[in-house]
Protein backbone atom coordinates (compact mmCIF):
# COMPACT_ATOMS: atom_id res chain seq x y z
CA UNK A 1 0.00 0.00 0.00
CA UNK A 2 3.31 2.63 0.19
CA UNK A 3 3.91 3.64 -2.84
CA UNK A 4 6.87 6.12 -4.10
CA UNK A 5 5.86 7.43 -7.60
CA UNK A 6 8.66 9.24 -9.72
CA UNK A 7 8.00 11.58 -12.57
CA UNK A 8 9.30 14.65 -14.77
CA UNK A 9 12.11 12.05 -16.51
CA UNK A 10 12.76 12.86 -20.14
CA UNK A 11 15.39 13.56 -22.82
CA UNK A 12 17.39 16.67 -22.33
CA UNK A 13 20.45 18.39 -24.13
CA UNK A 14 23.46 18.73 -21.87
CA UNK A 15 23.56 21.98 -20.09
CA UNK A 16 19.80 21.76 -19.86
CA UNK A 17 17.48 21.02 -16.71
CA UNK A 18 14.62 19.02 -15.42
CA UNK A 19 12.48 18.43 -12.16
CA UNK A 20 11.76 15.64 -10.77
CA UNK A 21 9.03 14.43 -8.12
CA UNK A 22 8.13 11.82 -6.40
CA UNK A 23 4.92 11.63 -4.51
CA UNK A 24 4.15 9.33 -1.97
CA UNK A 25 1.22 7.62 -0.27
CA UNK A 26 0.14 5.36 2.39
CA UNK A 27 3.00 6.55 4.77
CA UNK A 28 2.83 9.84 6.49
CA UNK A 29 5.30 11.77 4.65
CA UNK A 30 6.63 13.84 7.81
CA UNK A 31 8.15 11.28 9.63
CA UNK A 32 10.10 9.87 6.84
CA UNK A 33 13.57 11.61 5.56
CA UNK A 34 13.62 11.20 1.81
CA UNK A 35 16.61 10.93 -0.58
CA UNK A 36 17.05 10.71 -4.69
CA UNK A 37 19.69 7.85 -6.01
CA UNK A 38 20.33 7.05 -9.27
CA UNK A 39 21.51 4.08 -10.97
CA UNK A 40 23.02 3.72 -15.15
CA UNK A 41 23.71 0.81 -17.10
CA UNK A 42 26.12 -1.12 -15.39
CA UNK A 43 26.99 0.92 -12.66
CA UNK A 44 26.10 0.42 -9.08
CA UNK A 45 22.99 3.10 -7.46
CA UNK A 46 24.32 6.13 -6.18
CA UNK A 47 23.19 8.44 -3.50
CA UNK A 48 22.34 11.79 -5.03
CA UNK A 49 20.53 13.70 -2.29
CA UNK A 50 18.89 13.36 0.81
CA UNK A 51 16.46 15.55 2.92
CA UNK A 52 15.88 15.09 6.49
CA UNK A 53 12.55 15.26 8.43
CA UNK A 54 13.45 18.94 8.85
CA UNK A 55 14.32 20.10 5.17
CA UNK A 56 18.16 20.16 5.64
CA UNK A 57 19.69 18.65 2.47
CA UNK A 58 22.81 16.97 1.65
CA UNK A 59 24.44 16.28 -1.87
CA UNK A 60 27.12 14.01 -3.34
CA UNK A 61 29.74 16.02 -4.61
CA UNK A 62 29.16 15.06 -8.07
CA UNK A 63 26.10 16.84 -8.57
CA UNK A 64 26.52 19.82 -5.47
CA UNK A 65 25.77 23.16 -6.95
CA UNK A 66 24.23 21.46 -9.82
CA UNK A 67 20.57 20.07 -7.74
CA UNK A 68 18.70 21.01 -5.06
CA UNK A 69 16.39 18.80 -3.63
CA UNK A 70 13.34 19.47 -1.37
CA UNK A 71 10.30 18.79 -0.35
CA UNK A 72 6.70 19.72 0.28
CA UNK A 73 5.10 18.42 2.89
CA UNK A 74 1.38 19.51 2.13
CA UNK A 75 1.76 17.44 -1.00
CA UNK A 76 3.60 14.43 -0.15
CA UNK A 77 6.17 15.15 -2.55
CA UNK A 78 9.96 15.42 -2.51
CA UNK A 79 11.51 17.05 -6.01
CA UNK A 80 14.97 17.14 -7.48
CA UNK A 81 15.83 19.94 -9.66
CA UNK A 82 18.74 19.04 -11.80
CA UNK A 83 20.52 21.82 -13.84
CA UNK A 84 23.37 22.04 -15.68
CA UNK A 85 23.41 18.54 -16.85
CA UNK A 86 25.96 16.04 -18.19
CA UNK A 87 25.68 13.24 -20.15
CA UNK A 88 27.59 11.51 -16.96
CA UNK A 89 23.77 12.12 -15.39
CA UNK A 90 21.87 9.66 -17.68
CA UNK A 91 20.44 7.15 -15.47
CA UNK A 92 17.49 5.96 -13.78
CA UNK A 93 16.40 8.51 -10.88
CA UNK A 94 14.78 6.47 -7.94
CA UNK A 95 13.38 8.03 -4.72
CA UNK A 96 13.68 6.32 -1.64
CA UNK A 97 11.72 6.86 2.31
CA UNK A 98 13.46 6.45 5.59
CA UNK A 99 11.65 5.85 8.41
CA UNK A 100 11.98 8.05 11.66
CA UNK A 101 13.16 6.04 14.43
CA UNK A 102 10.59 7.47 16.43
CA UNK A 103 8.09 5.39 14.72
CA UNK A 104 7.53 1.40 14.55
CA UNK A 105 7.92 1.53 10.56
CA UNK A 106 11.90 -0.08 10.16
CA UNK A 107 11.21 -0.62 6.47
CA UNK A 108 12.75 1.37 3.50
CA UNK A 109 10.74 2.54 0.17
CA UNK A 110 11.81 2.89 -2.72
CA UNK A 111 10.08 3.76 -6.11
CA UNK A 112 10.11 2.35 -9.71
CA UNK A 113 12.40 5.20 -11.02
CA UNK A 114 12.31 7.62 -13.58
CA UNK A 115 15.13 7.30 -16.48
CA UNK A 116 16.54 10.84 -17.22
CA UNK A 117 18.73 10.51 -20.92
CA UNK A 118 21.22 13.43 -21.66
CA UNK A 119 22.42 13.37 -25.23
CA UNK A 120 22.63 15.84 -27.57
Known amino acids: QVQLVESGGGLVQPGGSLRLSCAAS????????MGWYRQAPGNERELVATITRGGSPNYADSVKGRVTISRDNAKNTVYLQLNSLKPEDTAVYYC??????????????WGKGTLVTVSS
Open 26 to 33: GIIFSWYA
Open 96 to 109: NAVPSPLIPDRTDY
